[in-house]
């Protein structure tokens, strides 16, 4: 199971933290997969844009991979038992655990002026959609790290409580570390709110692409052989390992050891395989998000198959509480 908000276009961290696995996990497991609308609120976002953000991110999905066909794609606000778990969940999170966690605190830096008790449970609703089909393998970012072992304290708490009735998730990328794709400019992750310069969306037209890959961060200093590699520099191997060539890689890998690399041409060379590797995506997508008759059936599908799972979780999880006297 996992989870996308729909707060603006998705973009490259998106898709190598989180998408790409859904894609490959769609052929092993029962994958649940739903975008987050009521996570979006937390944000305050204008809800005039709403619709539009939500069939945009389904479509996106879609372009990068999902068959609705073979994994639930599916509306958070259109299963109401996830806020009655969210609820249940509430009564065995802690303020002070959530005052401390990294994501609350950087909205707190970031939004002063709305530091809601929304943002403060957020890991608790994140909890409550992992759970609400008991499921052990969670496809995200590095990001997700912490939210994912605070799913997992809720899990024990309420399995000690009341009764086993949740395994207890785990962040998942195939046996591998999770993956954290840096931004262009060298400070932090991509990400869709923070400069919209340094992040790659997968609705970036070509030149956008190339624009904004030739304005990445790299070194300013003189380089000499054997030189160290800055981080910003780090960060450009890091995401032209997404989608270039692993020779190619090498090859400016070893061009830097030299002291050698014209970092114009390694630029140029991944707005290109950039360029490549978006277009596809993007064209899928824009064609998907205009058949709205299409959306509309994938949404129906996603809402009936997921309500099911949510109605059997939620029939137990009040039978273990003892919230049934009849
Ligand atoms: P969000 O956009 O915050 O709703 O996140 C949706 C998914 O994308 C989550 O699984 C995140 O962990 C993942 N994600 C977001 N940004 C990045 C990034 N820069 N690198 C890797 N994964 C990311």
Redesign the pocket.
Same mark, same amino acid.
């Given at each position: 199971m996992?989870?996308?908000?729909p707060?603006g276009f998705l +973009?490259l961290?998106?898709y190598?933290?989180?998408l790409q696995n859904y894609v490959r996990m769609q052929d092993e497991y029962d994958c649940y997969f739903m975008v987050?609308d009521w +996570?979006s609120l937390t944000t305050h976002p204008d809800t005039k844009e709403l619709r539009s953000s939500v069939l945009r991110v389904l479509a996106e999905n879609i372009a990068a991979g999902i068959d609705p066909e073979r994994a639930c794609l599916y509306l958070q606000s259109q299963i109401p038992e996830i806020a009655e778990l969210y609820l249940l969940l509430n009564m065995l999170a802690y303020k002070g655990e959530l005052e401390k966690t990294n994501t609350f605190k950087e909205k707190v830096r970031l939004q002063p002026e709305n530091v809601n008790a929304g943002l403060l449970t957020y890991p608790v609703l994140q909890a409550a959609d992992i759970m609400i089909h008991r499921a052990k393998y969670v #496809?995200?970012? @590095?990001?997700?790290e912490q939210h994912l072992e605070m799913a997992r304290n809720f899990a024990q708490r309420f399995n000690h409580r009341y009764g086993e009735l949740f395994p207890e998730p785990a962040a998942f990328n195939f046996g591998k570390e999770l993956?954290?794709? #840096?931004s262009l400019d060298g400070a932090g @992750?991509?990400?869709?709110s923070e400069n919209q310069y340094a992040t790659l969306y997968l609705a970036d037209n070509d030149d956008m692409i190339r624009k904004k890959v030739m304005k990445a961060k790299t070194d300013t200093g003189p380089i000499k052989e054997n030189s160290e590699i800055p981080e910003t520099v780090h960060n450009l191997f890091l995401i032209m390992s997404l989608v270039t060539g692993k020779d190619v890689v090498m090859h400016y890998e070893e061009e830097h050891k030299k002291g050698a690399i014209r970092y114009a041409d390694m630029k140029k060379q991944l707005a290109e395989d950039m360029v490549k590797f978006i277009t596809p995506i993007r064209e899928k997508a824009e064609s998907i998000y205009h058949d709205e008759k299409y959306l509309k059936q994938v949404v129906e599908k996603g809402r009936e198959k997921a309500g099911k799972s949510a109605g059997e979780t939620i029939r137990l999880a009040r039978e273990i509480i003892r919230l049934k006297y009849f």
């Open positions: 996992s989870g996308i908000r707060t +973009h961290g998106n190598f933290g989180a987050a +996570h #496809p995200v970012g @590095k990001d997700q993956v954290k794709v #840096p @992750k991509m990400s869709k």
